[in-house]
């Protein structure tokens, strides 16, 4: 069987996030998987850069690279005038499919990881499309909010730049929809499909993700890199707070600020209100958005942050390297994950992974993943407040081997075999 893997992915700006890492990882996994290799591979990337070189590839392999060619990176143009044109193309092209997967006629599959990178309209190819989530259509008015609506607050060119982004995410539905199997991380996801699109179960395979082999890191300059993130004074202060840890305990949160989606104000003002009510505890925040109340994008969480009368013991690291992240993880009583919507849950294995207990709320695909080694609450903040403080407290007993059971139910040599298989039509 001739397979076509569009590895465009790794091109586009997903290979610094946690898409990146799942391909990668992924992929690796298939390619040491006999069922998959014995196949002739064919790989699509851009002619600008070469992914196959963060990928480990066995040396034995044999296959094909096709290039395409690069359009120009809008985000590349000087201009405002330029970029917007530059969008509009982009858009032009996918809205009447001008075949974004050229040179497929030899194919028999073709497995794409990217709704917005196409597939190949050629009807005899077996088109498999890995989707991650539905987040858009599950919080629509934030993500696919009325162009009319943003006319009337941020004028006509916010609104044209938001119809565009509207146009582009349906074209990416149709894409779903044309494909012959989709692959989901989680069964909710699936049921996501069917409920949002109405794609029928049968298409639905799920694949379930695991901890990422490889992380994917966007190149740095070093030397600035530790002059702006401060390294050597945040490394004395997560000593400060570990040292402390035992008098005065830390709860943890590592991620973005991606509202209303993830409920960081839910976790200040369960923090604030633990504090109030005499309760001993610090508040640790971790992430590139999480450096002070300036670089957070959410008003209602920076306004929280800004005003809290407890600040003092609330701490906004920013970035870490992945050293300190995992001295935190060792030390906190635990990593709280207020979110209301995943695909799966990631953050949920990487805590476990670390010997660090979660607390979450009990939604979406979170259960699938957290298993029953996860501390839930309602997504309520008496409840997380509530939850908080017997954890703070040890009024709640963690089994850390159930964590380490959940954890190995994840392989991606498992899910290798799952996607291999439906690649070949099994």
């Known amino acids: 069987m001739k397979i076509g893997v569009d590895l465009r992915v790794l091109q586009v700006g997903h290979e610094f996030r946690g898409i990146g890492a799942h391909v990668r990882s992924l992929l690796e996994a298939m390619l040491l998987d006999p069922g998959f290799t ?22 034995e392999l044999k296959y094909e690279v096709i290039k395409i060619k690069n359009p120009k990176d809008p985000r590349e143009n000087k201009t405002k005038q330029d970029k917007a044109i530059a969008f509009i193309k982009e858009i032009i092209v996918n809205h009447f499919a001008l075949n974004p997967v050229p040179e497929t006629s030899k194919l028999d599959t073709f497995i794409q990881f990217d709704q917005a990178l196409g597939l190949p309209r050629n009807p005899f190819v077996r088109k498999v499309l890995f989707v991650y989530d539905f987040i858009p259509l599950a919080f629509k008015s934030d993500y696919l909010p009325s162009p009319l609506s943003i006319y009337r607050k941020h004028g006509w060119r916010a609104a044209l730049r938001t119809h565009a982004l509207n146009l582009r995410y349906k074209i990416g539905v149709k894409t779903i929809k ?11 996801t699936g049921k996501d499909a069917s409920n949002f699109l109405g794609i029928k179960s049968k298409k639905i395979v799920v694949a379930p993700c695991a901890l990422p082999t490889i992380a994917l890191k966007k190149p740095v300059d070093l ?73 957070i994008p959410d008003p209602n969480t920076a306004l929280q942050l800004a005003h809290d009368s407890y600040k003092d013991d609330l701490f ?19 990593f709280v994950f207020v979110s209301l919507y995943e695909g799966f849950g990631l953050p949920i294995l990487e805590s476990y992974a670390k010997g660090c207990p979660v607390i979450t709320y009990d939604n ?19 409840s997380l407040t509530d939850t908080l403080e017997k954890v703070v407290k040890d009024e709640i007993t963690i089994d850390e081997k159930r964590m380490k059971t959940q954890l190995e139910k994840f392989s991606w040599v498992d899910s290798a075999k799952i996607v291999t298989k439906t690649i070949l039509g099994n």
């Open 364 to 382: 979406s695909s979170i259960s699938e993943v957290a298993g029953d080694a996860a501390i839930y609450c309602e997504p309520t903040l008496r």
């Open 316 to 334: 906004m690291m920013g970035y870490l390297d992945d050293k300190e992240v995992d001295r935190l993880y060792h030390h906190t009583k635990a």
């Open 223 to 295: 030397k600035k890199s530790k002059k702006e993130n401060n390294v050597g004074a945040k490394k004395k202060i997560v000593d400060t707070i570990i040292d402390e840890s035992k008098d005065i305990p830390y709860l943890l949160y590592v991620g973005g600020v991606e509202a209303p989606r993830r409920r960081l104000d839910d976790l200040v003002g369960a923090y604030h209100q633990l504090r109030a009510s005499g309760v001993c505890v610090r508040l640790v925040l971790v992430g590139r958005e999480l450096g002070s109340v300036k670089t």
């Open 38 to 59: 014995q196949n002739e591979i064919f790989f699509y990337q851009y002619d600008s850069t070469n992914p196959l070189e963060t990928i480990r590839v066995p040396k």
């Open 178 to 188: 044309r494909a012959n199997k989709i692959l989901v991380p989680s069964e909710f």
